[in-house]
Structures are given as C-alpha cells and as structure tokens.
C-alpha cells in the first residue's frame, strides 16, 4: 500500500517526471548528436552502447535525488510521524520505499532503452542478456537511494542531497560511459576503472553488443552491496529518529 502510495505522487509530481524522464531523454539526444561520430571513430561501433547505459543510470541518480527530497517533504509535514504510529511493521516504510524507488528506476531505464531503441540502439546477444542489461541500473540503483535516503534523514537541507548528486554526477562523467579507459591520464585511470558507474556500463555495454561481463558484474555487486551494508543501520537509526521526533 505504501509502495503504491509513493508511485503515484511521483508519477503526479511534474518536476520528478521532467527531472527522471524528460531530461535525460533530451540529454540523450544531445549525446548522441555531438558524440555519437567521435565515439564511432574511437571505438569503431555505435555510440549508444555506451550513451544509452551512461544516460540510463544518470536516470536512476536523478530520480533517486528527487525521492529523497520527497521523504524530507513528508518529514517536515509529520506524515512519517503518522505513519510510524499505524499497526504496520516499522520497516515496513523503509522497505516500501526501497522496492517504489526500484520499480521507478526499472520504468525509467526501460524509457531510456525505449529512447536508445528509437536512435538505433540493438541488442545483439539476445533476450537473457538484455533483461540482465535492464537490471543492472536497478541494482546500482538501491545503492544510490541507500546513500541519499541516509543523507536525506539527517538533515532538512535540500542543498546537502543536491551535493551527494553532484558527486554522483561526477562519477558519471568520470567514468568509461563517454571515453575510453585510456584516454585519462595514468594517474587517475585506477579511480575510474574500479568506480561503480564504470563497472555497471562496462556490463551494460557487454551485455547490449558482446564483451566480458562477469567481472565488470561482480564489481558493481559488490559495490552494491557494501553501500547498503554501510548505510543499513544509519539508515535505520535516521529512520525512526525522523519518525518519532
């Protein structure tokens, strides 16, 4: 019930929908349009490879920002208060707003895939590959509504999420989505091959025309999974802290 509840005022919040889903559509467009020839000459194969999966969880950040100015919303209006009170189990919040925040990024990767299918983007390996590339930014996903639902509890600033998505937004340009590995300096290669975003494209990437993928997965697990272990009991405490105060 409170999983739906979420979904639906999201889906009736007009600046969630153009920040998750009209945004990054445009953006795309526009990738693909300035980088879409220099990605071919470098890479010999189409840019959307790497545009469709980078804008994809891109996406998922966005919305994730958005979801986590909603829960202050709903703090600073005493709703989490209200509900803390009702006959539920007191998970049972966090965890629907864990699975509303999974299903959103499922739609809105399927939006971007939509999108990448409509500029010539083609899966080549066939249909378990391509269910396993859709699943990829879901999975990243619960990491990053993990990192900003904790921050998101413990402060009333908008501007403090706004700064963990800047961050985000950082290791999206930092990462393999637009230029090759080796087009960084030496210096800073190790950051960028080892960062989440650039595990979850490279598998992506694999997964859409062909390549390896068991280890860029691994590596996106396992940063998957030590987020939310890292954030599970602040998360926790901010959670009934927000709840009961």
């Not at 559509?25 to 980088?35: A, G, K, P, Q, R």
């Not at 895939?113 to 083609?122: A, P």
């Not at 062909?210 to 926790?236: E, K, N, Y």
Request: proline content about 5%.
């Amino acid at each position: 019930m409170q999983t739906k509840r979420l979904l639906i005022r999201w889906a009736r919040d007009y600046v969630t929908v153009v920040g998750a889903i009209v945004l990054p559509i445009l953006f795309m467009v526009v990738l693909n349009i300035v980088l879409g020839n220099l990605a071919y000459a470098v890479t010999h194969d189409s840019g959307l490879y790497s545009i469709v999966p980078l804008i994809a969880i891109g996406a998922a950040i966005t919305g994730s920002t958005f979801v986590a100015i909603d829960l202050m919303r709903e703090r600073s209006m005493g709703l989490l208060s209200r509900l803390w009170v009702l006959p539920v189990h007191r998970a049972s919040g966090l965890i629907a707003r864990i699975l509303a925040n999974a299903i959103r990024t499922l739609f809105t990767t399927l939006v971007m895939l939509g999108t990448g299918v409509v500029l010539g983007f083609r899966f080549r390996q066939g249909v378990i590959p391509s269910l396993m590339w859709v699943s990829v930014p879901v999975i990243l996903g619960i990491a990053i509504a993990a990192i900003v639902t904790t921050v998101a509890l413990y402060t009333a600033q908008t501007v403090v999420v706004e700064g963990v998505e800047l961050v985000q937004a950082i290791a999206i340009f930092f990462s393999t989505g637009l230029v090759p590995l080796n087009s960084y300096p030496s210096w800073i290669q190790p950051v960028v091959a080892h960062q989440p975003v650039s595990f979850a494209i490279a598998a992506m990437r694999g997964y859409a025309m062909g390549g390896p993928v068991l280890s860029p997965m691994i590596g996106m697990l396992l940063w998957t999974i030590g987020i939310c272990v890292a954030c599970a009991v602040p998360m926790a405490i901010g959670y009934r802290r927000a709840s009961t105060h």
